[in-house]
């Protein structure tokens, strides 16, 4: 190895052990809030938005969203120390080990297969007279197939929210739609976030919803943030009252998928349901229905509308290798 990578270790292992001393990083990392006065900074006065909020007599943080990359150093570490090195994990000495890859896929097919059937696992009640599940969510639901409903990695879910919420300069106040949520894989980290209620979808997928409604938001304790989600396809946003104003609207991988007739609808009608100026449009991969026009009458029928377009952005994921192209819009009148 050379003495320059030495050096760059050397390096990199003091900043980790620099910033595992550091009381903000300490504090933060052990999920420690509270100002005590012990002359330990309070993680919040490190953060660049640090309103606190109460609801349903619960107090709420607003941490920064993005902290992975505080604490990317100190993992790195972690797993170095536990001799993990990257590799494809079900492939040893260029053979597939059929045997590790299996035991998930048969483990689910396994599970699928007893759900179905009503056996519930080892320990179930027997006879079918009394149901004891308060909110039953269907066998194929339970093996989390929906997480690969659309391509798009699962895990890529938080990548997503983390740029649209920086960019969107999000607090837990905000208001935010999205236009086809499907499974929530990004709107799960939203619902989090977000206070009760400020999270809104219109979706059209009923297979979809149900993986929302039955799956996702229970198992992740979220039901307390009562989501708004409609079902529907026409961009019909009446069902989310007339007097709701977005701080974000955004439709990941979802606008591609439609005629464009129907975003021009769909536009015209959210445009009034945007904050004036600061609100924020965000619209995944491309923007056709608009460029397929050519790119002045494009900006003629967006300005028709009062909306700009304000620059395109892309974002890397921290998992995997691969980025998010978004375009962004905002209301040019009040
Ligand atoms: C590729 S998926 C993306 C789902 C989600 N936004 C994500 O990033 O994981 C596209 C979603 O848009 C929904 N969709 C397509 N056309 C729609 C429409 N006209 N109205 C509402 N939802 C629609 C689909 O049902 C599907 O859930």
Not at 240 to 245: D, R
Request: one cysteine or more; proline letters at 4%; glycine letters at 8%.
């Amino acid at each position: 190895m050379s003495i320059g990578l030495h050096l760059f270790g050397i390096a990199l292992l003091l900043t980790v052990l620099l910033a595992m001393d550091d009381p903000h990083f300490n504090a933060l990392f052990s999920g420690g809030f509270e100002d005590d006065n012990d002359n330990v900074m309070d993680p919040a006065t490190v953060t660049t938005t640090t309103t606190q909020i109460s609801y349903d007599g619960q107090r709420h943080f607003d941490l920064p969203i993005i902290q992975a990359k505080l604490f990317i150093p100190h993992f790195k570490v972690h797993i170095e120390g536990n001799s993990i090195i990257y590799k494809i994990f079900n492939v040893v000495d260029n053979q597939v080990d059929v045997k590790r890859c299996l035991i998930n896929a048969q483990k689910r097919n396994w599970e699928l297969k007893t759900l179905i059937l009503m056996f519930k696992g080892i320990s179930h009640y027997e006879g079918q007279s009394d149901n004891h599940t308060a909110l039953p969510c269907p066998g194929e639901l339970l093996v989390e197939g929906h997480h690969s409903n659309y391509g798009e990695p699962w895990a890529g879910g938080r990548d997503v929210f983390e740029f649209l919420a920086e960019s969107s300069h999000l607090t837990p106040n905000s208001r935010v739609l999205e236009i086809g949520c499907g499974t929530l894989r990004v709107g799960l980290h939203f619902i989090r976030y977000l206070i009760p209620e400020h999270f809104h979808c219109l979706e059209r997928d009923e297979l979809s919803l149900m993986a929302a409604f039955r799956y996702e938001l229970p198992s992740q304790g979220l039901l307390h943030k009562r989501p708004l989600i409609v079902r529907g396809e026409d961009m019909d946003f009446s069902k989310f009252g007339s007097g709701v104003v977005y701080d974000l609207i955004y439709a990941s991988a979802v606008f591609l998928h439609m005629p464009d007739k129907l975003v021009w609808v769909g536009l015209e009608r959210l445009v009034s349901k945007l904050k004036p100026y600061d609100g924020r449009i965000f619209v995944s991969h491309n923007i056709k229905f608009c460029s397929r026009l050519g790119g002045e009458e494009c900006t003629k029928r967006l300005a028709s509308l009062g909306l700009e377009y304000s620059g395109k952005h892309t974002h890397d994921s921290l998992l995997f290798n691969h980025y998010e192209i978004w375009f962004e819009f905002r209301r040019s009148k009040a």
